[in-house]
Every structure is written in C-alpha cells, then in structure tokens.
Nanobody, 126 residues
Framework: VQLQASGGGLVQAGGSLTFSCAAS????????MGWFRQAPGKEREFVAR????????YYAHSVKGRFTISRDTAKNTAYLQMNSLRPEDTAVYYC????????????????????WGQGTQVTVSS
C-alpha cells in the first residue's frame, strides 16, 4: 500500500485545515487509517484513527472535538478536518495505514501501522 498525503500549510490560530491521504496498491488489505504528528524535539504523537470498514473513530484527547477523521472507501481516501487550530498543533503530520487489527487495540502506537505517507508541515501562528 502506498499513501499520498496532501494538505497542510500555514494558518492563524483558530483557523482550519484539511488533510487528505489517498491509498493505492493493495487497498483491500486496509484495516484502519490514521494520523500522527511530530513536533521538533518531540516523539511522534497519535492524532486520530478510523477503522476502514465500519468507520469507527478514535481521537487523542488533545484534538477531540476539534479534529474530525473520515474516509471515502470508494476513493480509498481518508480525511482529517482540523478546526480551531492552536499554536501547539504545529507539527509535521503523517498519515498511516494498518493492515491488521492492532490499530484497534493499540491505535496510539506507531508500530500498529504498516504504511506511512510523507510528512506534511502544519504551522499555526498565534
């Protein structure tokens, strides 16, 4: 599976951005997709996850109520809508996909995901 991410950029605090992540290749094997982020000097941090078949979602506490993850199975694409952005949301964002159910039980672990897209910078100015 290959992941192609798009979106991100520079936005003022309180603004919104949308990411998309298109999967190609063995997409029938997808179990879940998600997003992580990594700020300078910090470890990669879980943001959100969606189970591919049933669409159930799970969010990090820091983004719950502000970010929404969704997917379009016909387009093999996941989306991350980010609202009410804060300066602390500034990071490089990565989309990820999992081919097994560890992404259900261990959604927050990067090792639960098998495939990764390229990182995309999000900068939120105060």
């Amino acid at each position: 599976v290959q992941l192609q991410a798009s979106g991100g950029g520079l936005v003022q605090a309180g603004g919104s951005l949308t990411f998309s992540c298109a999967a190609s290749g063995r997409t029938f094997s997808l179990y879940a997709m998600g997003w992580f982020r990594q700020a300078p000097g910090k470890e990669r941090e879980f943001v959100a996850r969606i189970k591919w078949n049933i669409g159930s979602t799970y969010y990090a506490h820091s983004v719950k109520g502000r970010f929404t993850i969704s997917r379009d199975t016909a387009k093999n694409t996941a989306y991350l809508q980010m609202n009410s952005l804060r300066p602390e949301d500034t990071a490089v964002y990565y989309c990820a996909a999992s081919a097994h159910d560890s992404a259900t039980y261990y959604s927050e672990r990067p090792t639960s995901y098998d495939y990764w897209g390229q990182g995309t910078q999000v900068t939120v100015s105060s």
